[in-house]
């Protein structure tokens, strides 16, 4: 490495510190400051730590609320992301492996999926006529609507990675088509599989949008949706507003350290190819 | 008569997909351009013929909204492309700490939108927020940011391109990386400055990453609602609407007819937008 390099890196190093980093110290120091302090706004070491107090607080606000809505949030991701898993794979293997005219219709319906904006007004009438509206159920079943077509889309290219052989073992051993599925391509994609827990949980985890519309109601509130409401409520209590955000920042964090290489992968996939 | 033997890819593994796909998402699509068409209240609709979308190019607001999402879309494209090029261009020349400054960039985009829009109203605040204090020791009289309707949509837009400039740089740093070095050798044996590298090289072939980057980002922005519903809720007044929240305002109201227009209108504004684009990109592409 060159001193130039070294020189370069290090002014880096500090504005992308500035501009990046001061935010997320900032939640940090306004999260454990006590109320007077935190209304100050100023980006300051706390004079004194107040962190389990105001992490209990944020808790037990509004007859914890907060636990529910992570109850909630928790239910909606992994059911969605269990979905989005096995429908996607499957639609993914029978455009791979079984080509007809249909293929062209499924890749407009992912085309339309990645590019429509949902019609919310009449989305809400469809799952009201379903009694699906203000239901769990409907927002996993939403999020999988929404979310096929990046997974038709990762799984598809990935199983043509999979040779035809090992499916005709499978057959002439007298496996079902849905064993062939389920016990042979399906472990077989799991590295396709973890890029898309990565990436799906943390987007339908960070959705706010989504659950604002179809998902009213106090007792099916999720976290985004909490976050949002405590910010009218919270209006004199900084503290516990940004220790709530500091609570919604940890789950990506976490995931972020550990499935580093997952994400990059999902997010770059199909990108560069154009 | 002799059965066909049955395939082992039964067409009807698409079938799950299919029915969550065309009930939550086609039918409410197809739908929606009649139900723009009428008043309604979600048990009856009237027809009304076209009143709805008169109605939005009439009022001023609902106009300032179409425009508004231009600019939001086109700003935040258009910044996130070119420091997202810049970006990537620094973090793949090996500089120190590049890969920890890789993540600090990303990080942003993984982050709750909610969370980032409260963080920044604090920061923006005109008086006490620490980006004017930050600013007025550099002798600078900062502006109220998120409270001036000149300027309001145009800080959104700032909070946006902050969380997801990493997304952009992320889809560069791939792009870059599959430019083969032989092309800097050989304009580098030919004189080639930096600049010149940058420009003659670096640039044309990482094309196929800028399509994307501009294709999504520009999407992502004529449909943004939640970094805009976080700060401003589209004020003050409505300088700061957009399409989405026009939408969900129209529908908080009651108003699910001309909530259904403004969806329909997001829509064409996206195919508009965005096919001719995508298909002038494809055509470029041949004539390379």
New interface residues.
């Given amino acids: 490495m060159t001193r130039r390099q070294r020189l370069i890196g290090l002014v880096s190093l500090i504005v992308a510190t500035v501009v990046f980093i001061v935010p997320f110290v900032f939640i940090l120091f306004m999260a454990v400051k006590s109320k007077s302090e935190a209304a100050l706004f100023t980006f300051t070491w706390p004079t004194e730590w107040f962190f389990v107090e105001n992490l209990i607080e944020v808790v037990k606000a509004r007859n914890y609320m907060l636990l529910l809505a992570y109850f909630n949030s928790t239910v909606i991701t992994v059911g969605a992301v269990a979905l989005l898993i096995v429908f996607g794979a499957m639609v993914g293997y029978i455009l791979q492996r079984r080509p007809s005219g249909w293929n062209k219709v499924i890749y407009a319906c992912v085309l339309m999926g990645l590019m429509v904006p949902p019609a919310v007004v009449p989305t809400i009438w469809v799952l009201q006529g379903l009694n699906l509206f203000k239901t769990l159920t409907g927002m996993v079943l939403i999020h999988v609507a929404y979310g096929l077509a990046f997974s038709v889309l990762l799984y598809r290219s990935f199983i043509g990675t999979i040779p035809r052989e090992l499916d005709e073992a499978a057959r002439i051993d007298g496996a079902k088509p849905l064993q062939i599925f389920f016990k042979v391509i399906l472990p077989l994609l799991k590295p396709v599989t973890v890029t898309l827990i990565v990436v799906q949980s943390i987007a339908i985890f960070n959705d706010f949008t989504n659950a604002l519309y179809y998902l009213p109601g106090k007792e099916n509130v999720t976290v985004q949706l909490t976050l949002f409401n405590f910010q009218s409520q919270f209006r004199s209590q900084f503290n516990l507003l940004f220790m709530n955000i500091l609570l919604v920042t940890i789950p990506p964090l976490l995931v972020f350290i550990f499935f580093n290489r997952q994400i990059v992968a999902g997010m770059t996939s199909g990108a560069v190819k154009g | 008569m002799a059965q066909k033997r049955?395939?082992?890819?039964?067409?009807w593994?698409?079938l799950?997909?299919a029915v969550?796909?065309i009930?939550?998402?086609?039918?409410?699509?197809l739908?929606?351009f009649w139900?723009s068409l009428t008043r309604?209240d979600?048990f009856t609709a009237e027809y009304i013929g076209l009143d709805n979308y008169r109605q939005f190019f009439k009022e001023p607001f609902l106009v300032q909204g179409l425009i508004n999402t231009l600019i939001y879309a086109v700003t935040t494209s258009g910044a996130k492309t070119v420091l997202g090029l810049l970006l990537a261009v620094?973090l793949t020349?090996?500089?120190?700490?590049?890969s920890?400054?890789r993540?600090?960039?990303f990080?942003?985009?993984?982050?709750?939108?909610?969370?980032?829009g409260?963080?920044?109203t604090?920061?923006m605040?005109p008086t006490?927020?620490?980006i004017n204090?930050a600013l007025s020791y550099l002798g600078i009289d900062g502006p109220t940011w998120l409270a001036d309707p000149a300027l309001a949509l145009y800080s959104v837009a700032f909070i946006d391109v902050?969380k997801g400039v990493g997304?952009a740089t992320?889809?560069y740093?791939?792009?870059l990386a599959?430019i083969s070095p032989d092309y800097y050798e050989a304009a580098r044996i030919d004189g080639a400055t930096r600049l010149q590298q940058f420009w003659r090289v670096t640039v044309p072939l990482v094309?196929?990453?800028t399509?994307?980057v501009i294709t999504?980002s520009l999407?992502g922005g004529?449909?943004s609602?939640?970094v805009i519903?976080?700060t401003t809720r589209g004020g003050p007044g409505f300088a700061s609407d957009v399409l989405?929240s026009v939408?969900?305002k129209q529908?908080q109201a009651g108003f699910?007819g001309l909530?259904?227009a403004g969806?329909?209108i997001?829509?064409l504004l996206?195919?508009v937008i965005?096919i001719p684009m995508t298909a002038w990109?494809q055509k470029r592409?041949l004539d390379l």
């Fill in positions: 049955a395939s082992p890819y039964p067409y593994f698409v799950p997909s969550v796909f009930t939550l998402f086609l039918v409410p699509t739908v929606s139900f309604w979600l620094l020349s090996g500089i120190w700490m590049q920890f400054l993540s600090v960039v990080f942003p985009v993984l982050v709750s939108t909610i969370g980032v409260i963080t920044f604090v920061l605040h006490k927020g620490s204090i902050w997304l992320l889809i740093i791939a792009g599959a094309r196929p990453a399509v994307t999504l999407i004529l449909r609602f939640d519903w976080a989405a939408i969900y529908y699910y909530s259904t969806n329909v997001l829509f996206i195919a965005v990109f592409e």
